[in-house]
């Protein structure tokens, strides 16, 4: 069976710290990992990450997957209020396109 | 570009009652998800369309749970009779084919959130 595990399952920081977001996953036929934020009830796309070693990057956030390792993490520096949210990470299988996610990490961000 | 519709946005219902929702994906997506979310949870896979024929439904209660889409477009997900157990956020999503068995990033709807009582 699939698994994706993301950790902590909660943190919360003041705002400006640095975070570290933790995905590790055992999947058959892994062709990609997703980053998705989810602030009420539908999740936005972050990042999709397909090669190892490669990080993407978009303004604060960051990440990076590990292939050989199995798994992947969501960097977020100078946090804001804004970024208090639950952190999705999914795993997408190659030939049948099936997305499972992990429970998510609820992040929140102290004033 | 229109994103993936969904309604109704919220639902109130007794349990041993009847709900259906209702989903758009957007325009010439071929891969269709209904996902599970019960709070403090992440989106547990329902059923996952590839044009209007089913990919994976392994984790939808067959007893209760059903799902179509007809001509590969609309989708409709109806639970007879619900239970509590069902109070959750129901979202649908959708990504494009771009060959070779390879898609684009799921994008996903506003939800419905279902209470039973």
């Known amino acids: 069976e699939d698994k994706v595990v993301q950790s902590p399952l909660s943190l919360v920081v003041h705002e400006g710290d640095t975070v570290t977001l933790n995905c590790s996953y055992e999947v058959t036929n892994f062709r990609s990992l997703l980053w998705y934020k989810q602030e009420k009830k539908a999740p936005t796309f972050l990042f999709m990450l397909t090669s190892s070693g490669i990080e993407k990057k978009s303004g604060r956030l960051s990440s990076i997957l590990d292939k050989k390792e199995l798994f992947s993490i969501l960097n977020i520096t100078a946090t804001q209020t804004g970024d208090s949210a639950i952190y999705l990470c999914?795993?997408?299988?190659?030939?049948?396109?099936?997305?499972?996610f992990g429970t998510g990490t609820r992040l929140t961000i102290i004033p | 570009e229109a994103g993936v519709a969904q309604s109704p946005r919220y639902k109130i219902i007794e349990k041993r009652q009847s709900v259906a929702f209702w989903c758009n994906p957007i325009s010439g997506h071929a891969t269709l998800y209904w996902y599970q979310q019960i709070l403090g949870q992440g989106p547990k896979l329902l059923i996952q369309?590839?044009?209007?024929?089913?990919?994976?439904d392994s984790q939808l209660p067959k007893d209760r749970f059903s799902a179509e889409r007809l001509k590969g477009v609309d989708s409709t997900l109806k639970i007879q009779p619900a239970k509590l157990e069902d109070s959750a956020v129901y979202l649908c999503?959708?990504?494009?084919?771009?060959?070779?068995?390879?898609?684009?990033?799921?994008?996903f709807g506003q939800g419905t959130r279902l209470t039973v009582v």
């Open positions: 369309f590839q044009n209007n024929g089913v990919v994976d």
């Open positions: 999914a795993v997408l299988k190659v030939g049948n396109e099936k997305l499972t």
């Open positions: 999503a959708s990504s494009l084919e771009i060959g070779g068995g390879w898609g684009t990033e799921a994008f």
